[in-house]
């Protein structure tokens, strides 16, 4: 389908309130009924017509079918965050005594999900180097249910070829999730490679104003329907009809802003690359990423986000370079129009973020929607 007319037009039936050009925010908790008949037969039906917000609004179904569209899925849920939508997706693929291959290093509250939370459950958890696909076969085992997969990583910038790992998973009868965030469905489509379940943090490019939290989930109709009847109505992290309407908004210009932002980022990791202080730069379009291959045969473009070691003896030439920077606020999250830098050493004294082997002198980058000239001239004053 015609990127354009999704995000501009698909799933607003326009006639059906005033011919409004931005559709009605429903903010209504509840939705009611002229007589006792009616009432049961949108019971029969609560998820897909109006009955109670938490199953179904007419501006978050707006939403869902757009992104669903999008990611080339049949269906799609929308949640409070993007760690409701991974949380929802991996504990309906999972029950006690089963167990989960991961990549190393998901983000870092899918991470504790599955390394922390679902022990508790009896649920284990093996974490790979998904850079090679023998790692996935050999820890998988008769109990394995679930692969999750984060291509690429949002942090490092692995990848994992999505075609392989969903042909490996399907033949053991494995469901795969993989977190897209950092593509966005633009400029890659897991489901069209044989991945089963796709989730966003929609807080990033999909809401693309740095003003929202939300999630988003997407797969078969068949695997939504069952999300949607036990973990998105159970454990109720939705997302509210207000919400959703910046959402929808945040669509409208996500091809812009997305173009805008890789096409900056390549000139900012290009003049980076010339800069003698960058000791390493993680970018998976980069000619010096040992999947720049793959990473153009399986995504469209590259996206906003690459890190960089920077030549440091200590720790305080980090943060002065880090601190100099005006252009970049000192941030977490991405995605937004500003861009941004997240150092590592930052998490020196978090007792919630302990990343262990990741390098101190590790900076992430987000690219917004800056010129490239302003964003250049910036880092050339801080090194
Ligand atoms: C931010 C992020 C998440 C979590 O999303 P929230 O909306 O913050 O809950 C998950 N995965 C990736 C890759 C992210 O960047």
Same mark, same amino acid.
Request: aromatic share 10%; glycine share 6%.
């Given at each position: 389908m015609d990127i354009s007319d999704i995000l501009n037009h698909l799933g607003e039936d326009r006639e059906t309130y005033s011919n409004a050009v931005s559709p009605p925010i429903y903010q209504s908790s509840n939705f009611c009924f002229k007589d006792v008949a009616t009432m049961r037969e #949108?019971?029969?039906?609560?998820?897909?017509?109006? !009955?109670?917000?938490?199953?179904?609004?007419?501006?978050? #179904?707006?939403?869902?079918?757009?992104?669903?569209a999008l990611e080339a899925a049949e269906d799609s849920l929308v949640f409070a965050s993007g760690s409701a939508a991974v949380a929802a #997706?991996?504990?309906s693929t999972v029950s006690q005594g089963d167990h989960v291959v991961s990549v190393a290093r998901p983000y870092s509250w899918t991470d504790k999900l599955l390394n922390i939370y679902l022990q508790r459950f009896g649920v284990e958890c093996t974490m790979i180097d998904g850079t090679e696909l023998e790692n !996935?076969?050999? #820890?998988?085992?008769?109990?394995?249910?679930?692969?999750?997969?984060?291509?690429?990583?949002?942090?490092?910038?692995e990848l994992q070829d999505l075609e392989a790992v969903a042909s490996l998973a399907k033949e053991k009868g494995i469901t795969t999730l993989c977190d897209n965030s950092y593509a966005t469905p633009l400029n890659q489509q897991p489901i069209t490679m044989g991945i089963d379940?796709?989730?966003h943090s929609a807080s990033k490019y999909i809401g693309g104003h740095s003003d929202l939290v939300?999630?988003?989930?997407?797969?078969? $109709?068949? %695997?939504i329907a069952a999300i949607m009847q036990s973990e998105y109505m159970t454990l109720g992290g939705i997302i509210s009809p207000h919400e959703a309407w910046m959402m929808i908004r945040g669509l409208r210009t996500l091809?812009?802003?997305?173009?805008? $932002?890789?096409?900056?980022?390549? =000139?900012?990791? /290009? !003049?980076?690359?010339?800069?003698?202080?960058?000791?390493?730069m993680m970018f998976p379009f980069s000619d010096s990423h040992p999947?720049?291959?793959? /990473?153009?045969?399986?995504?469209?473009?590259?996206?906003?986000?690459? $890190?960089?070691?920077?030549?440091? =003896?200590?720790?305080?030439?980090?943060?002065?370079?880090?601190? %100099?920077?005006?252009?970049?606020?000192?941030?977490?999250?991405?995605?937004?129009?500003?861009s941004l830098i997240f150092p590592m050493c930052a998490l020196r004294?978090?007792?919630?973020?302990?990343?262990?082997?990741?390098?101190?002198?590790?900076?992430? !980058?987000?690219?917004?929607?800056?010129?490239?000239?302003t964003l250049i001239a910036d880092l050339r004053g801080a090194l």
């Open positions: #949108a019971l029969i039906k609560e998820f897909d017509e109006p !009955f109670y917000t938490r199953g179904y609004n007419p501006t978050v #179904a707006i939403l869902r079918e757009k992104l669903a #997706a991996i504990m !996935f076969s050999r #820890a998988i085992r008769e109990n394995t249910k679930l692969i999750v997969l984060e291509s690429p990583n949002s942090l490092t910038f379940l796709v989730v939300a999630g988003v989930l997407c797969g078969s $109709s068949e %695997k091809q812009l802003r997305v173009e805008k $932002s890789c096409s900056t980022t390549k =000139e900012v990791v /290009a !003049f980076l690359e010339q800069q003698p202080r960058i000791e390493k999947q720049q291959e793959l /990473a153009k045969r399986q995504m469209k473009d590259c996206g906003g986000l690459f $890190s960089i070691l920077l030549r440091a =003896e200590e720790l305080e030439e980090v943060e002065r370079f880090c601190n %100099k920077l005006n252009k970049f606020l000192l941030a977490c999250s991405w995605g937004g129009h500003e004294d978090s007792k919630n973020y302990q990343h262990g082997e990741i390098p101190w002198n590790l900076i992430r !980058f987000y690219v917004g929607l800056e010129d490239p000239e």
